[in-house]
Nanobody, 120 residues
Framework: QVQVVESGGGLVQPGGSLKLSCAASGYIFSIRAMAWYRQIPGERRELVASITDGDSTNYADSVKGRFTISRDYAKNTVFLQMNSLKPEDTAIYYC??????????????WGQGTQVTVSS
């Protein structure tokens, strides 16, 4: 089985920074892509940033220039560096991974989420 676990959320003042981490573990053959999504209660989950196994990245317009996604391939980990945080960035942040298992099956794995609150 494969799972991903997020860490690094918390409370930060506007203009501050946080770094989220997400580690995948289990019977992993390879990871095609990893991404961060966020969701405010009552609203749809939205893509924040994604990164492929070729290091191609994609960002939501609302976070371009402030957030940076990166991967540590050796540790099956993805990071989200968030700078210049705004109150509207407050949400639960979810990690997603497209994993190819050792059986060559493709799995779409979600983490439990980590709360990010931007407030003075």
């Amino acid at each position: 089985q494969v799972q991903v676990v997020e860490s690094g959320g918390g409370l930060v003042q506007p203009g501050g920074s946080l770094k989220l981490s997400c580690a995948a573990s289990g019977y992993i053959f390879s990871i095609r892509a990893m991404a961060w999504y966020r969701q405010i209660p009552g609203e749809r989950r939205e893509l924040v940033a994604s990164i492929t196994d070729g290091d191609s990245t994609n960002y939501a317009d609302s976070v371009k220039g402030r957030f940076t996604i990166s991967r540590d391939y050796a540790k099956n980990t993805v990071f989200l560096q968030m700078n210049s945080l705004k109150p509207e960035d407050t949400a639960i942040y979810y990690c997603n991974a497209e994993v190819i298992g050792i059986s060559q099956s493709l799995y779409d794995i979600w983490g439990q989420g980590t709360q990010v609150t931007v407030s003075s």
